[in-house]
């Protein structure tokens, strides 16, 4: 779907959804700010629950729906009888196609496709999944992995198209995108926090990436920055916009989504809550994608203060003050080193998908 007809989707659903406002005539109500977000970017919304994914999507309001280790691994510890024939599901099929592989990452890869079978019914635009988050050190495993899933998305019917791949932001993780670029299997970078990340996904050719603001401003807290910024300056806002206009200025195709809010002014006023989504989206830069989580989506409906877009993508590119850069390995990891809050959180992250994968394992391993 063209992303106007989507914005116009997702105005039409909000206004469904207002029955108190919907009492005053349509023309005379200011817009929401998800109203306006939505003329600007196309949004989506992050859980692996199946029932929200699919009230959201029923009213138009998402166009892609993603999959992570703790979806997963809820879904497979869960005991809703519903993800409990997902996972009897996936063991049968490990079970049935290893041939010689190890049954048990079979039937967790198995789990993530049954979850993403379900979300492409329900959802028009891209359906992402994971690759088993402990290769992220490892290109070859990364790449037999992805192409495993995505041979098991086709061959349920469901084209490589719709499909995204999701890789950490590590050097291995994006040499498998720059690989699986080649043969049309589309790739989510996530756990991207640095700008050499952002930089070297775009290089690779990934189709998107997912930046996580809201954990770079929680470095810089921790780590002797202020406490609150304003969100112009927050530094969760400034690396993804440097990286958009990066993008921007040198002609990269990728996709910048970020994912991951929190109040760059602090919690003293319930709606700072949404300081970098503005910050990102309407107040300075509009960003292509956007995923948000339904509290969030909620407080952007209920404000009717203004969205203004001060940054087209041209102005983007005239912004960006970077020449294109060329990373190799050695250059990667020095700038990375470089990055103390993009080095943490990508550790981090990876160490908490690490977490939910293990529980997941014992799960499954219980029950083959
Ligand atoms: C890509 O992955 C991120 C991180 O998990 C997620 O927030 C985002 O929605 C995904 N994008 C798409 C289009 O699925």
């Given at each position: 779907?063209a992303?106007?007809?989507?914005c116009l989707v ?8 207002q ?10 109500r200011?817009?929401t700010?998800?109203?306006?977000l939505a ?13 929200i ?27 809703d009888?519903?993800y409990?024939?997902?996972v ?6 490990a ?11 079979l ?15 329900l959802?028009?635009g ?9 290769a ?22 469901v ?6 791949v999701k ?5 291995e993780g994006?040499e ?5 670029e080649?043969d049309?299997i ?12 952002g ?5 690779a050719?990934?189709r998107?990436?997912?930046p ?14 202020a406490?609150t ?6 530094p969760g806002?400034?690396v993804?916009?440097r ?22 002014r ?6 700072y809550?949404v300081?970098?989504?503005?910050a990102?989206a309407g ?11 339904p ?7 209920s ?24 990373y190799?390995e ?7 080193n470089a990055?103390?809050?993009a ?5 981090e ?9 293990a ?10």
């Open positions: 779907m992303p106007l007809l989507r997702i105005t039409t659903t909000v206004l469904a959804l029955a108190p406002r919907t009492l005053r005539p349509k023309t005379l200011q817009a700010q998800l109203e306006q003329e600007q970017t196309v949004l989506s919304i992050d859980t692996g629950d199946l029932n994914i699919e009230q959201y999507a029923k009213g138009g309001l998402i166009s892609d729906a993603t999959t992570n280790p703790l979806f997963v691994a809820q879904a497979g510890t869960s005991g009888a519903r409990v024939a997902f009897d599901k996936a063991i049968a099929y079970k049935a196609n290893s041939g010689g592989d190890d049954v048990v990452s039937a967790m890869d198995r789990l993530a496709v049954e979850l993403g079978l379900e979300i492409v019914k959802v028009p891209y359906v992402s999944t994971e690759v088993d988050i402990r992220s050190f490892d290109t070859e495993e990364s790449v037999r992995r992805a192409r495993r899933i995505i041979a098991m998305y086709e061959a349920e019917g084209d490589r198209s719709r499909v995204l890789l950490a932001g590590t050097w994006i498998a995108a720059r690989i699986l080649r049309g589309t790739c989510n970078i996530t756990l991207i926090f640095g700008f050499a990340q930089v070297a996904a775009a290089q050719g990934a998107l990436i997912s996580f603001p809201g954990r770079v401003k929680d470095w810089h807290a921790a780590n002797g920055g406490p910024y304003e969100p112009d300056e927050d806002v400034v993804v916009r990286i958009y206009e990066y993008y921007k200025k040198h002609g990269h195709g990728t996709i910048c989504m970020p994912a991951s809010w929190r109040p760059s602090g919690t003293s006023d319930p709606s809550a300081d970098e989504i503005l990102l107040t300075y830069l509009c960003t292509d994608r956007m995923t948000i989580p509290p969030l989506l909620e407080l952007l409906a404000s009717d203060e203004p969205v203004p877009r001060k940054l087209e993508p041209a102005r983007a590119a005239a912004a960006c003050a970077d020449a294109e850069l060329v190799d050695s250059s990667f990891r020095l700038a990375m990055d103390l809050a080095t943490t959180k990508l550790a992250g990876i160490n908490a998908f690490i977490g939910e994968t529980k997941l394992q014992a799960a499954i391993e219980a029950k083959v």
